[in-house]
């Protein structure tokens, strides 16, 4: 399929340069695994003092200690979402669950190199991976309004892909942004799910180590000077010594797009 963009149609208010758009963008065919499995236990439910609890408790623990608690509590209630960025978290997670299922957000706007990753992994890891299509056409939509872009091709197929779940794994990290400085380990998120962030204390050198002792697949823009990978329209290279999240929707004040709010 094509993702044939316009760049140049002279949006007026558009302050931000212009994105280099990679030669090719194929769609991830081929990527989507077996799929949602069925429920079988019945749904945990925590009060929020008891997560809090469980927060305090497992906030230093190691990763892999966390996604057991999760694996165990949860079963196939439970999900994890990438980004295809690292693999950190596919690792520890399959070494606990090898058919958890690994949701993978088709945007539309993914890197080549991004696809890759995620058909790399998919094969390393023979991983249940489930990849909700793009949902609109490819437009310009990420100029005008990049939130609402975000909400649509991002949020929303996030709602659907975590219907019918209890709770789900993120490797959002603390050390990421400012933003991010505080996430717990364990807490229910705004839907009244639990969200489980098991490598929330790791640094960039805990996830540079645990990729080079695991051999583990990256992503190779990493590399390219691209520390934080999201969408190519709206992630840029970024200057040494610059924060790493600042190659993201530069010119806007957009700092997130919506799926950890
Ligand atoms: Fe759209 Fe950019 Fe958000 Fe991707 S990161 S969904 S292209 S606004």
Same mark, same amino acid.
């Given at each position: 399929?094509?993702? *044939? ?23 991830p065919?081929?990527l ?5 499995r069925i ?9 929020d ?8 408790? @497992? ?5 892999? /200690? ?20 690292d ?6 997670a ?12 088709? /945007?539309? &706007? ?14 390393? &890891?023979?991983?249940?991976l ?46 990421e ?8 380990v364990?807490?229910?998120?705004k ?7 098991p ?6 050198a805990?996830?540079?180590? &645990? ?8 992503? %190779?823009?990493?590399?390219q000077? @691209? ?5 190519? %329209? ?11 999240r600042?190659?993201?929707?530069t ?9 950890h *709010?």
């Amino acid at each position: 399929m094509s993702t *044939e963009l316009h760049l140049t149609g002279g949006v007026a208010h558009r302050t931000h340069p212009e994105p280099v758009r990679p030669a090719s963008a194929p769609r991830p065919v081929g990527l989507s695994g077996t799929g949602v499995r069925i429920a079988s236990r019945p749904t945990p439910r925590f009060t929020d003092d008891e997560l809090a609890a469980l927060d305090a408790r @497992y906030t230093n623990s190691p990763a892999s /200690t966390i996604i057991r608690w999760a694996v165990d509590t949860f079963g196939d209630r439970l999900c994890l979402t990438s980004s295809m960025q690292d693999t950190v978290l596919i690792d520890l997670a399959v070494k606990a669950d090898p058919g958890i299922e690994v949701v993978f957000l088709d /945007t539309g &706007y993914h890197f080549p190199e991004t696809l890759e990753t995620a058909a790399r992994v998919k094969e390393r &890891y023979d991983l249940n991976l489930v990849v909700p299509p793009a949902p609109l056409p490819l437009d310009d939509q990420w100029m005008d309004d990049p939130d609402g872009c975000c909400a649509a091709r991002k949020v929303a197929p996030l709602e659907r892909a975590l219907a019918g779940r209890a709770a789900w794994l993120s490797g959002l990290r603390r050390a990421e942004t400012a933003a991010r400085a505080t996430a717990p380990v364990i807490s229910r998120d705004k839907r009244g799910m639990v969200k489980v962030n098991p490598v929330a204390g790791w640094s960039d050198a805990d996830v540079a180590g &645990y990729v080079a002792d695991h051999d583990l697949i990256a992503n %190779p823009l990493l590399s390219q000077g @691209y520390p934080s990978i999201g969408c190519w %329209p709206c992630t840029r290279k970024v200057a040494e010594g610059e924060d790493a999240r600042a190659g993201r929707w530069t010119g806007f004040a957009k700092t997130e797009c919506g799926l950890h *709010e």
